[in-house]
């Protein structure tokens, strides 16, 4: 270690030279970061479910669905409709739009006595201009399903505009277009924009707003905490400037190896911030207390002993981060993983190279070394001591307490949710969640469902599977629109006075298909080649529990009707976020438990005790049991952002545990006294422990400001769990190893 | 002074040039119609291949006779699954549709006009046949070699703002037209070869594309009968149903 140490003072130079080129370097890269909140794109290329998506797309001219919604007194006017012509055709202008669907170019089948009519509801080229003409269209609206409650509210009240988009096209870039489009148009209503695409770039704007802004408060924050407790500009701004610098090479890796920054990804400086400067202040502090004499040696020799600590505690953040690599399903956390241990590993590199490097040009004033010495402060007097009091006089009782709340988290965790629905990513209030509740309350939702029917389209029997389906899932309480073909022929064959029903013979069948032939819709419920033909519908609740349910509910009917000249398959955005929830479920799981592994077997390694590696995560263990716990109790759903809380507290709260066993281990071999071992232990670590559970605790907080919901919750939850395991390491960890001395004794 | 004066020769000039093209605009389409549409009846048969963007096609046939521009039968005999469906065109937008599997006729009516016709390229307006000289007003653009391109605006709104035509100079049928929307861009294009059959020029076919969709529809028309003296009587309900 003194060898590494050594080359790094000899070669400060050099080394500071290389630390800013490669900053520049990467500052250059920085302007080629993209932003990408796509989080389907985050199933991995080969899931199922993510790739029959895709295909879906292709064949019914996109699946990806975006809609337009104007707030106005009464639709039924004759400016309204106007609007909705301007709009549509606006829409007509984008080479990305496969399909558009509103009031003024619908399909609409009449019949009566004179004959039957294939049309539109409204002949665009035609507008009404009569109240007469408009109150005959507000009729035909409110006889068929098909308008009703699907492109006009039931009250009247509100219309949208649907449209699909190609699958190869950029959603954001073309949301982008389109509200740049639409926004200036002179309409007479409130114009709101919902459905996936539209959301997808509300939340990329989030993402640079927040990162925009949250970066610098959270720098502000560490400063104010950094110079509050070590009243030091040095201790201050140099670890700012090392988490700096490791978030731009960080960042800077990203766009050169291509990685888009996602909803987490955007978080991942702050996470830097508040991890990675505790290995800086460790040096830094550390160097504070050298004397002027011989201070490039002295620098030396501390560097070549905190070489070690600094190194196991970035070794165990990074491992809770690598977790996610090995443990997540998921891309978007993957990558999250990758980056948040590469910028880890960074900061560990920073704080052994570059501190020491400017810290061997800035020579300390201080003449005496600071003894170790317990000083009074309203720590140790307030916190510390009658901790440490309590501790000693009623093990048991601190044990007990213990073992009730784990049993209570346990219990409280039972009642965690889970959520990947886009929508609730939104605050309340947020405009882009305003128009998702109306989607909801007066639209049947924004999530698009698809079930395929794969076989003779044109045959009877399939058709009325399909139409028999549309009835089943009508009946779920969050579906209130289906189109179908089936539908569409039921209709004409009433129209040929024959019945809505689906005729018995093919023959009657194709020659009513060939009325439809060539209509827009078409395109969107059948396929090319007619063996295959979708029910589209919309899906109208975000929780998981609903989607799971209807998914169910389908599936088991699906299961008894379908037959190899008729294959009934369900997809769309349930089904995509069903995907995202199964996966966060085991991506939590299995993360979790590479990370304990991984954590277990390095401190026993360094304790050179598994025991002690056990004890040692008893503290962690029992943060991530309360930490599920007030998640099932505050209903904080496990999310993309939440499910990344267990394996990073892990990471950074296992520290306090090593801290606590090895101070503990040097005081009893000092002293051969358990009591007089641990009240050493407790007020000298204890410190450490509680000014770094502040710091990391402010840092994350900051994320409370974040406009994306699961960043505030991640945000709260780990300042939540750093608490919890320094209380944890300072109560549980030192009764456990008490009772056990105790009991050897 | 000078300059308004020279000023107001140049606007006088234009004005009276444009005025001259007026005019040649209208005789020009209405030697058009007179090419098109002086026939008294054509009987045909009418094979319709449609090619989709990966260039895979669908052949249709029908038989097909009309009578002046307003009555027309036009009855599908292949594929087998359509064969008998037939419709029947009457002056004032009348329509009938007859379907074999039902055996039953129905009145139809597309209050839409622009609707594509049977899954083809055409709208149900591109097949109508009315005079040119009745639906749009003609600008002459210019003469390039052995054609006119003409402006022709459509007299009622839909769903084209504009159509480009370029017709032969010597005998005034069509060559091709373009079909311009109302944002101004190019959405369809037809391309005609007309044949002489008798004394009238015929249109043997007519390749219309949809350049958004690029999506293809010919329309070939084969044994051409003109004037064989069809009656009214053909052009009834009952004989749609036979």
Known sequence: MYKLASLIIKNRIILLVAIGLITIFFTYQLQYLRINSDFIKSLPNDDFVANQYKILGKKYKGTDMGMIILETENVYNVKVIENIKQITDSLRTFEGISTITSLTNIINIKSDTAGIEIGKLIDEYNLPTTQAEIDQIKQKVNEKDMYKGSIVSEDGKATIVLFTLQGDVNQQDLATEIRKKIDPLPIKAKVLFGGFPMMLKDISDLIIKDMLWLIPAVSIVLLIVLLVSFKSLKATILPLLTVGIASVWTLGLMAMLKYDITMIGGVIPVVLAAVGSAYAIHVVNYARQLTDKNYLENLTQSLAYLFLPVFLSSLTTVFGFVSFIFGSYLLMIKDFGMFAAVGTFFAFLLSITFIPAILSFLPNKIQNVENEEIKPSILSDYILLPLKNLLFKHPKYIFTFWILVLIFGILASLKMERNTNISAFFKKGNSTRVSEEILQTKFGGSSPVFIEFKGDIQSPELLKKMSEMEEVIKQNPYVSTTTSVAALIEELNDAMGEGYKIPDEKAKIEQLWFLLDGQDVMQQLVSENLDAGVIQSRFASNKSTDTEAFIKSINEYIQKNSTPDCKISLNGMPSIYRQMDKSLLNSQMSSLALAIVFVFFLIGFSLKSFKMGFYGIMPIFATIILLFGFMGIAQIPLDIATVLVASVALGIGIDYSIHIISSFNFYFNQTGNVHQAMEKTILISGKAIVINAISVAAGFLVLLFSQIVPIQFFGLLIAISMFSSAFGALTLLPIIIILRVKSKQ | ?242
């Open chain 2, 1 to 242: 002074m000078k300059s308004i004066l020279s000023m107001a020769t140049i606007l006088m000039i234009l004005l009276s040039v444009a005025q001259v093209n007026a005019q040649d605009g209208n005789s020009i389409l209405q030697k058009v119609d007179e090419v098109m549409f002086s026939p008294n009846d054509m009987s045909a048969t009418n094979k319709i291949i449609l090619i989709d963007k990966n260039q895979k096609q669908e052949t249709r046939e029908a038989k097909v006779i009309q009578k002046g521009t307003d009555k027309r039968l036009f009855r599908f005999t292949s594929p087998a699954s359509q064969a008998g469906i037939a419709f029947l065109s009457l002056p004032n937008d009348v329509m009938y549709l007859y379907m074999p599997a039902f055996a039953k006729e129905r009145r139809i009516s597309t209050s839409v006009k622009n609707q594509n016709f049977a899954g083809t390229d055409f709208s149900y307006d591109d097949l109508e046949a009315k005079a040119f000289a009745s639906k749009y007003t003609p600008k002459l653009l210019k003469t390039e070699g052995n054609t006119f391109v003409l402006e022709l605006t459509p007299k009622t709104k839909g769903e084209y703002s504009k159509v480009i035509a370029t017709i032969n100079k010597t005998e005034y049928y069509v060559h091709k037209t373009e079909f311009y929307d109302n944002g101004n861009k190019k959405i369809k294009e037809a391309i005609y070869t007309f044949k002489k059959i008798g004394k009238y020029w015929n249109p043997a076919e007519i390749v219309m594309t949809d350049l958004k969709k690029n999506h293809k529809t010919k329309m070939i028309m084969e044994n051409v009968k003109y004037d064989t003296g069809l009656k009214d009587d053909d052009f009834t309900v009952r004989k749609l149903v036979q």
